[in-house]
C-alpha cells in the first residue's frame, strides 16, 4: 500500500462517520503518577473507539533535566508536548498525502518551543506561564510536486486534532481529589 | 475484460479528493463475483439460497455450477496494482491467499444462509477461531469465555493468548451475572458457543449480545452447533459468528474447513490476518463444501429428526439415565431452545452406569461409527472421558455436569429405525 497506509480504509471511515456519527467519537485518557522527585511515570487508559473499547497497554516516564530540579532520566512534558503536535501533524501529512497519491520518501517534522520560567516561577509578572508558540519545519521528499508539498502542509496542520487544539487553545478544567 | 475481482467495488478515487472527505469508496457486502446466476434474491428462503446463491455457471463452456478455480495465482494489470496500493486488495483476484472464485463462491452461499455480508472461508475451523479471535485484540486485553468451550478454542485461549500478553476469564455462560461481573477495563471480547459440548446446554445469545453491546465489548459466537439454519446469531448482538464447516456445513466427515462471517466492516479487519497466519481454503476443498452446503437444509431436517427419534427411544430405555436434547421438553433449556433455535439439531447427549459401560456400549454398536468429529452424515458415537475431556479427572467431570457413563451421540441422516435397532442390542448386551 503506498505510504503503508489504506486509502481504501480511510475512504470507508469517512463514509461510516458521515452516516454514523457515533463511529468517529473517540475517549482516551492517560494516568500520570509520581515517582519521585520530577519522575513520573504515564499509563495509557483503555480507550473508546466508536461502539468498542480498546486496550491501550502503553507506559512511558516523564522528567526534567538535573538544571530543573529532575534526574535527565526521559523527556521532560515540553517535549512530549512538541512530540504530539509533531506526531500528529505527521498523520495527517501522510493522510493528506496518500489521499493526493503522493508516494513519499522522507518526511520529518522538527518542532521548536520556548518558555520564560519567569512565568512558572512567578518572578516576573509579566512573563506568560505558557510557551511561547510552536514553530515546525516539514521536511518532505517525494514524487509530489512543491507546490502540493506546500498546500499539503496547510492542510495537515487544519486537520490535526492537537495541532488546532493549541492552535485555537481549548479549555483545561481540573479537580482535586484528596485520597 | 471486466473486472477481475468484484465489479461493483468502487475505487476511493486517490488523486482526485483533496482530502479524505472527498473520497468516494464505501463498505458494501461481499466481495462477490457479481453474476446474475449467483446473487441471492431478497425473497429466497434457505433451501433456496443453499443451492443458488453464490453458485455460478460457467461462461466459457455453459456448464452448471461453480467451477473449480485450482490456480494459486491470477494474472496481474492496473487494476490489481492499482487495488494493492490503494487498499482494496481483498476485492480483486490476485493470490490465492487473498481470495480464489471458488473461495467467492462458497463464501457468497454461507454469507447468504447466515444473513451476513462477508465471509471468509478456512482451512480448518481453528483457523477461522484464531484470525478472528486476533483481529479484535490488543495486547494487554482481556476476554470473557465460555467455561464449556470446545477443547481447540479453550487450548488456544489458555496456552497460547497468555504468550501474546493477553488474559482470559472463563466463565459459566448461562450465568450472565458472573458474565457482567467478569468485564474489566481492558476486556474487549466476549466468546461463547451457541450449545455447549457434550451437555448441550442452550447459551442465550441476545442476553448476550446485550451486554456486550451496553459494554461496548466485541461478541464472537461459535455457531458450529447449530449451524446458520436453526438461528441468525449476527441479528442478536453477535458481531462475528464463526463455524467449524467441518461439521454439519460440509456434513460428509471429508472437509476440514472454517468460516468467519459478519459485517463487511468486522470481516475486512479479519482478512489480514487470514493473510499472514496464512489458513486460507484450498479451492478443492471450496468445492466440495459448495456442493455439501447445497443440501444442508435436506440434512439437517433429517439430523433432527434422526436426533428427536433416537432421544425419545432412550429416555424411554431403562438402562439409559439422564437424556439431553434440546427438543426433548425433559431439556433443562427446552424453552429457551424453544425460542431460539428453529431445529434442535442432531447432538444428543445420554448415560449410561459408568465410563466403563459407556465403553463396552460403544464396542457392541454395529452401525454407528466409533470417532470423534460430528455432523456427518453417519452416526458418529464418542465418550466425553476418554476424548474431549480426557484431561479431566472424574471428579473434575462431575463438577462440569458431566455425568459418568456419559456418551456424545452425533446422530446422521440414516433412518432413524435402523439407528435404534443398533442402540438396542447394544444395550441389551450390556
Redesign the interface.
Known amino acids: 500500500m503506498r505510504n503503508g497506509i489504506s486509502v481504501a480504509g480511510l475512504s470507508e471511515l469517512a463514509h461510516e462517520v458521515r452516516q454514523e456519527p457515533r463511529q468517529g467519537q473517540a475517549a482516551y485518557g492517560v494516568t500520570v503518577e509520581w515517582l519521585s522527585g520530577t519522575r513520573a511515570q504515564v499509563r495509557t487508559l483503555p480507550m473508546v473507539m466508536g461502539d468498542r473499547s480498546v486496550t491501550r497497554e502503553f507506559q512511558w516516564l516523564v522528567d526534567e533535566p538535573r538544571q530543573l530540579g529532575g534526574s535527565n532520566h526521559a523527556p521532560n512534558p515540553q517535549e512530549y508536548l512538541l512530540s504530539a503536535v509533531g506526531s500528529c501533524l505527521m498523520v495527517a501529512y501522510l493522510v493528506g498525502a496518500s489521499v493526493l497519491g503522493i508516494q513519499l520518501s522522507r518526511l520529518e517534522i522538527e518542532l521548536r518551543s520556548e518558555l520564560d520560567l519567569g512565568g512558572f516561577l512567578a518572578t516576573d509578572t509579566q512573563a506568560p506561564v505558557q510557551v511561547k508558540g510552536i514553530q515546525y519545519s516539514v521536511r518532505v521528499s517525494g514524487d509530489g510536486t512543491p507546490a502540493q508539498f506546500e498546500e499539503l502542509g496547510r492542510a495537515a496542520q487544519a486537520h490535526s486534532p492537537n495541532a488546532m487544539s493549541l492552535a485555537t487553545g481549548v479549555p483545561v478544567h481540573g479537580t482535586v481529589v484528596v485520597c | 475484460m471486466g473486472v477481475r475481482g468484484d465489479s461493483l467495488a468502487s ?5 482526485s ?11 458494501r457486502p461481499g466481495p462477490f463475483q457479481r453474476t446474475a446466476r449467483s446473487r441471492p434474491h431478497d425473497s429466497w428462503r434457505a433451501a433456496t439460497l443453499a443451492v443458488h446463491a453464490g453458485t455460478h455457471d460457467d461462461g466459457a463452456t455453459g456448464a452448471v455450477g461453480t467451477p473449480i478455480y485450482q490456480t494459486s495465482t491470477f494474472l496481474l494489470g492496473g487494476d490489481q496494482y492499482a487495488a ?5 486488495a481483498r476485492d480483486r483476484f490476485i493470490y490465492t491467499r487473498y481470495g480464489n472464485p471458488s473461495q467467492w463462491a462458497v463464501q457468497e452461499k454461507l454469507a447468504a444462509l447466515e444473513g451476513a455480508e462477508s465471509a471468509i472461508v478456512f482451512s480448518s475451523g481453528m483457523a477461522a477461531i484464531s484470525a478472528t479471535v486476533l483481529s479484535m ?6 476476554v470473557i469465555a465460555s467455561n464449556e468451550l470446545y477443547g481447540g478454542t479453550y487450548n488456544l485461549f489458555h496456552h497460547e493468548l497468555p504468550s501474546l ?1 493477553m488474559c482470559v476469564t472463563f466463565v459459566d455462560p448461562r450465568d450472565h451475572e458472573q458474565i457482567e461481573q467478569s468485564i474489566r ?4 471480547l466476549i466468546y461463547v458457543e451457541t450449545l455447549t459440548n457434550p451437555l448441550l446446554k442452550v447459551v442465550d445469545i441476545p442476553t448476550i449480545g446485550d451486554i456486550a ?1 451496553r ?4 461478541l464472537v459466537v461459535d455457531a458450529t452447533f447449530t449451524t446458520p439454519l436453526a438461528m441468525h446469531v449476527l441479528e442478536h448482538g453477535a458481531h462475528v459468528v464463526v463455524h467449524s464447516c467441518t461439521k454439519y456445513l460440509n456434513g460428509h466427515s471429508d472437509v476440514v474447513a472454517g468460516v468467519a462471517m459478519g459485517t463487511r ?1 468486522h470481516i ?1 479487519q479479519i482478512w489480514p490476518r487470514l493473510l499472514a497466519f496464512g489458513g486460507c481454503l484450498d479451492p478443492h476443498a471450496c468445492f466440495l463444501l459448495e456442493r455439501s452446503l447445497k443440501t444442508l437444509p435436506l440434512r439437517m431436517r433429517a439430523h433432527a429428526e434422526g436426533a428427536q427419534a433416537v432421544a425419545e427411544f432412550l429416555a424411554a430405555h431403562p438402562k439409559v439415565g439422564v437424556v439431553l436434547y434440546p427438543g426433548l421438553a425433559s431439556h433443562p433449556d427446552h424453552e429457551l431452545a424453544s425460542k431460539l433455535l428453529s431445529t434442535s439439531g442432531g447432538m444428543v447427549t445420554f448415560a449410561v452406569e459408568s465410563d466403563a459401560t459407556a465403553a463396552h456400549l460403544l464396542d457392541r454398536l454395529m452401525l454407528m461409527r466409533q470417532a470423534t468429529s460430528l455432523g456427518g452424515v453417519e452416526t458418529l458415537v464418542s465418550l466425553p472421558c476418554n476424548t474431549s475431556h480426557a484431561t479431566y479427572t472424574a471428579d473434575q467431570r462431575s463438577r462440569l455436569g458431566i455425568p459418568p457413563g456419559c456418551v456424545r451421540l452425533s446422530v446422521g441422516i440414516e433412518d432413524p429405525n435402523d439407528l435404534i435397532a443398533d442402540l438396542d442390542q447394544a444395550l441389551a448386551a450390556l
Not at chain 2, 494493492?84 to 482494496?88: D, K, S
Not at chain 2, 477495563?185 to 474487549?188: D, G, R, V
Not at chain 2, 459494554?215 to 466485541?218: D, E, F, Y
Open positions: 475505487q476511493p478515487g486517490v488523486g479528493a483533496a482530502w479524505v472527505d472527498g473520497l468516494a469508496r464505501q463498505r494493492v496500493e490503494e487498499g482494496y485484540l490488543d495486547r494487554g486485553a482481556h500478553g477495563p481492558s476486556t474487549m453491546t459494554n461496548r465489548l466485541r466492516k475486512d
